[in-house]
C-alpha cells in the first residue's frame, strides 16, 4: 500500500495521546514529558526525547543524527516503525549498544596538525574514503519509495561501503549500478543450500566484493516493540504481505525472485556451522565476511577458518538480549585476533566520538543500521546524505579533537576504560 504520510501522522499523533503503552512503559518521553523513573526506554527516545511540536522540517536542519528519528516515526507507519526500532525481550542490549560507550574515555593528544584529516581506509583490497559502513537493512521501500537505491545514491554521494540485505526490496544489480562501485551482499543462508548459493552467485556475477554472512540470526525472538505497534497500524498489509506461506511472503523480496523456494521452511539457518562456511568458500570467488561474531573464540576460528573478515555485531540489539554492548566485546575480539583479518563493528553507533573509540581500539571500520533508516523514512535519499553526512563530519571532528590526523594514528592508548 502506498504511504499516506499525513495520515500516518494523524494516526501516529492520536495513538500517542491515547495509547496504554504511553501511560505504562516510558513512552510518554515521546511526547516531550521527559522519561518516567526506573522504566525501560528503547534507543534513541533516551537520548534525545521526541518533541512532536519542533520536528526537522529539512535534513539541512538536523543538527545531529537523532533529529531524524523522530521525523521517521511520524512518516512510517507504526508496523514498519516498530520494526526498525525493535530490539528484544527488555530491550537491554539496545540501551547497553548505547550506554556502552560511556564505559570508554578518550585520551587527545595535543600538538599534532590536525588541519587536515584523512579519514579513508583499504578494506579487503578495496579504497574508501570513510570508514562508515552502510549496514544491511531488509526491506528498505517500507521506510521510503526511495529504498535501498536511495540509500545506494547517497552512499555514492559520500563514497561509503555499501552493503545489501538479503531482503532488499531492489535487484543486487540495480542496487550495484546506483552505487556505482562494487558493494557488499549480505546473506541469509536459508534451510536450503542451493537457495543460497544460487544467490551468492548472482551477487558475484553482480560484482560483490564481498559476502557477509549473518550468523546471529538462528532462533527465534520477541520483538516487543514491534509486536506492540503492530496493532496500531490500521492499513491493509495484505497487498504487500502475503502471510499465506513463507514462499508467497517473500514476494517482494528481490533476492529470491526466480528461484526454485520449494522445501524452504526458514529464510535464516539455525542448522549453519563451520561446514556451510567451508562449501560456501569452495563456491565462491568473493571474500567472506562474517557479521555476528561476539565471542573471541569464534573470531578466532573464523580466522582459523580462512574468513576474511569478522563484524562484531549484536545485530543492533536484533538478535539476543544478552546486555552486552558490542563496544564490550570488541577488546576481547581484537586481542584475540591479533591483526589476522580486519574486525569491523556496529550496534548503537551514533556519534564520531563512538566510532573514534572502536577505530582505537583496533576496528578497521564501523557499520551503520537505523540512523541511515531514520533519514531515509524522514525525508528519504536527501535525509540518508545527511545522516551520512553529519556521522562524516562528526567522525572528522572527533579524529582532531583527539589529535589523529588519519585513521592510521587511532591508536589503542587512545582510548581508556572509565574507572
Ligand atoms: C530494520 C532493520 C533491518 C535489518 N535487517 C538486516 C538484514 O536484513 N540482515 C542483516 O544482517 N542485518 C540486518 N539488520 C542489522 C544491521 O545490519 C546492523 O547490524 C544493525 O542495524 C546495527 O545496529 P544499529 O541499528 O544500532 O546501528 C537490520 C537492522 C535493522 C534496524
Known sequence: MPFDQAASRRRFLKYLSASPLLASSGLAALAGEGPAAGVKLPDPIAWAPLKTESLIKSPKDAVNV?????????????????????????????????????????????LVDVSKIDMSIELLGAKYPTPIIIAPVGGQRSFHPDGEIGVAKAAKAGGHLQILSTSTNTDVEEV????????????????????????????????????????????????ETLFRLVPTDTRDCSGCHERGSLVTNLKRRAMYQGLDLSGLTHTQSSAMTWDFLKRLR????????????????????????????????????RSEDSGRSTIDALPEIVEAVRGRMPILVDSGFRRGTDMVKALCMGASAVCIGRPYIWGLGAFGQAGVERVLELMRLELYAAMQQVGAP??????????????
Open 66 to 110: 537523532f533529529d531524524f528519528e523522530p521525523v521517521c516515526r511520524v512518516n512510517v507507519p507504526p508496523a514498519h516503525f516498530g520494526y526498525m526500532a525493535s530490539g528484544i525481550d527488555d530491550e537491554v542490549t539496545l540501551r547497553a549498544n548505547r550506554e556502552g560507550f560511556l564505559k570508554f574515555q578518550l585520551r587527545p593528544r595535543r
Open 282 to 317: 569452495d563456491s565462491t570467488r568473493m571474500k567472506i565476511v562474517l557479521k555476528g561474531i561476539l565471542a573471541h573464540e569464534d573470531a578466532v576460528l573464523a580466522a582459523d577458518n580462512g574468513i576474511d573478515a569478522i563484524i562484531v555485531s549484536n545485530h543492533g540489539a
Open 176 to 223: 550495484t549500478a546506483a552505487r556505482g562501485a562494487p558493494i557488499w551482499y549480505q546473506l541469509y543462508a536459508t534451510n536450503k543450500w542451493d537457495v543460497a548459493k544460487a544467490m551468492v552467485q548472482r551477487a558475484e556475477d553482480a560484482g560483490c566484493l564481498a559476502v557477509a554472512v549473518t550468523v546471529d540470526r538462528s532462533g527465534g525472538r520477541n520483538q
Open 406 to 419: 588519519s585513521i592510521k594514528h587511532l591508536v589503542p592508548n587512545m582510548v581508556r576504560r572509565a574507572t
